[in-house]
Protein backbone atom coordinates (compact mmCIF):
# COMPACT_ATOMS: atom_id res chain seq x y z
CA UNK A 1 0.00 0.00 0.00
CA UNK A 2 3.11 1.96 0.14
CA UNK A 3 5.68 2.53 -2.72
CA UNK A 4 8.86 3.78 -2.59
CA UNK A 5 10.74 5.74 -5.25
CA UNK A 6 12.93 8.27 -6.63
CA UNK A 7 16.39 6.48 -5.51
CA UNK A 8 19.22 6.63 -7.82
CA UNK A 9 22.71 7.22 -8.23
CA UNK A 10 24.23 10.75 -7.11
CA UNK A 11 27.70 12.42 -6.29
CA UNK A 12 28.38 13.65 -3.15
CA UNK A 13 26.80 16.90 -2.65
CA UNK A 14 24.03 16.90 -4.70
CA UNK A 15 20.37 16.51 -3.96
CA UNK A 16 17.64 13.61 -4.49
CA UNK A 17 14.27 13.54 -3.72
CA UNK A 18 12.25 10.82 -2.88
CA UNK A 19 9.06 9.69 -3.28
CA UNK A 20 6.63 7.69 -1.03
CA UNK A 21 2.57 7.26 -3.07
CA UNK A 22 0.26 5.19 -0.84
CA UNK A 23 -2.43 3.43 -3.10
CA UNK A 24 -4.54 2.71 0.21
CA UNK A 25 -4.89 4.55 3.57
CA UNK A 26 -4.93 7.91 2.61
CA UNK A 27 -1.54 9.74 3.51
CA UNK A 28 -3.47 12.12 5.82
CA UNK A 29 -4.33 9.69 8.32
CA UNK A 30 -1.03 8.32 8.82
CA UNK A 31 2.10 9.33 10.85
CA UNK A 32 4.94 8.60 8.41
CA UNK A 33 8.45 8.33 7.94
CA UNK A 34 11.65 7.16 6.30
CA UNK A 35 13.89 4.47 7.43
CA UNK A 36 17.02 3.07 5.87
CA UNK A 37 19.26 0.78 5.75
CA UNK A 38 22.81 1.02 4.77
CA UNK A 39 25.17 -2.45 3.69
CA UNK A 40 25.84 -4.45 6.81
CA UNK A 41 23.92 -2.46 9.15
CA UNK A 42 20.77 -2.20 10.98
CA UNK A 43 18.01 -0.24 9.84
CA UNK A 44 17.95 3.47 11.22
CA UNK A 45 15.38 5.99 11.49
CA UNK A 46 15.59 8.85 9.31
CA UNK A 47 12.87 11.04 9.73
CA UNK A 48 8.84 10.87 11.02
CA UNK A 49 6.01 13.14 10.20
CA UNK A 50 2.94 13.46 12.35
CA UNK A 51 -0.52 13.20 10.94
CA UNK A 52 -0.89 16.41 11.42
CA UNK A 53 1.91 17.53 9.88
CA UNK A 54 2.63 20.02 12.74
CA UNK A 55 5.19 17.51 14.23
CA UNK A 56 8.61 16.03 12.65
CA UNK A 57 11.55 14.24 14.19
CA UNK A 58 14.68 13.76 12.53
CA UNK A 59 18.16 11.91 12.30
CA UNK A 60 20.66 14.12 14.03
CA UNK A 61 23.65 13.04 11.02
CA UNK A 62 21.09 14.46 8.52
CA UNK A 63 19.29 17.71 10.38
CA UNK A 64 19.60 20.64 8.10
CA UNK A 65 20.08 18.52 4.49
CA UNK A 66 17.14 16.31 4.77
CA UNK A 67 13.39 17.22 5.32
CA UNK A 68 10.05 15.36 5.04
CA UNK A 69 7.05 16.56 3.91
CA UNK A 70 3.77 15.34 2.79
CA UNK A 71 0.92 16.14 -0.28
CA UNK A 72 -2.16 14.72 0.53
CA UNK A 73 -3.96 15.70 -2.32
CA UNK A 74 -1.58 13.31 -4.01
CA UNK A 75 -1.43 10.78 -1.18
CA UNK A 76 2.52 11.30 -1.68
CA UNK A 77 5.21 11.79 1.13
CA UNK A 78 8.46 13.01 0.14
CA UNK A 79 12.19 12.51 1.45
CA UNK A 80 14.18 15.95 0.38
CA UNK A 81 17.54 15.09 0.92
CA UNK A 82 19.94 18.40 0.15
CA UNK A 83 24.07 17.90 0.33
CA UNK A 84 24.19 13.74 0.14
CA UNK A 85 27.09 12.33 1.52
CA UNK A 86 28.82 8.89 0.71
CA UNK A 87 27.50 7.89 4.48
CA UNK A 88 23.88 8.01 3.22
CA UNK A 89 24.35 5.10 0.66
CA UNK A 90 21.59 3.02 1.82
CA UNK A 91 18.26 1.71 0.99
CA UNK A 92 15.56 4.11 2.31
CA UNK A 93 12.32 3.27 3.40
CA UNK A 94 9.24 4.71 3.69
CA UNK A 95 6.63 3.56 6.37
CA UNK A 96 3.17 4.43 7.63
CA UNK A 97 0.95 3.93 10.91
CA UNK A 98 -2.23 4.95 11.96
CA UNK A 99 -1.90 6.87 15.54
CA UNK A 100 -4.11 7.88 18.05
CA UNK A 101 -3.22 11.87 18.37
CA UNK A 102 -2.38 13.71 15.17
CA UNK A 103 0.87 14.57 16.95
CA UNK A 104 2.75 11.65 17.20
CA UNK A 105 5.39 10.86 15.29
CA UNK A 106 6.91 7.18 15.97
CA UNK A 107 10.50 7.21 15.41
CA UNK A 108 10.69 2.90 15.58
CA UNK A 109 10.43 0.44 13.19
CA UNK A 110 8.08 -1.88 15.45
CA UNK A 111 5.71 1.37 15.22
CA UNK A 112 4.94 1.23 11.44
CA UNK A 113 2.37 -0.57 9.99
CA UNK A 114 2.63 -0.23 6.79
CA UNK A 115 5.95 -0.07 4.84
CA UNK A 116 7.04 0.54 1.23
CA UNK A 117 9.32 -1.97 -0.45
CA UNK A 118 12.61 0.79 -0.85
CA UNK A 119 14.52 2.30 -2.64
CA UNK A 120 18.22 2.21 -3.55
CA UNK A 121 19.97 5.47 -3.06
CA UNK A 122 24.38 5.12 -3.97
CA UNK A 123 26.02 8.38 -3.11
CA UNK A 124 29.48 8.46 -4.89
CA UNK A 125 32.44 10.41 -3.70
Known amino acids: QLQAYGGGLVQAGESLTLSCAAS????????VAWFRQAPGKEREFVSA????????DILDSVKGRFSIFRDNAKKTVYLQMNSLQVEDTAVYYC????????????????????WGQGTLVTVSS
Open 24 to 31: GPQVSRLA
Open 49 to 56: LSRSGGRT
Open 95 to 114: AGQPTILSVMAPTRSDEYTY
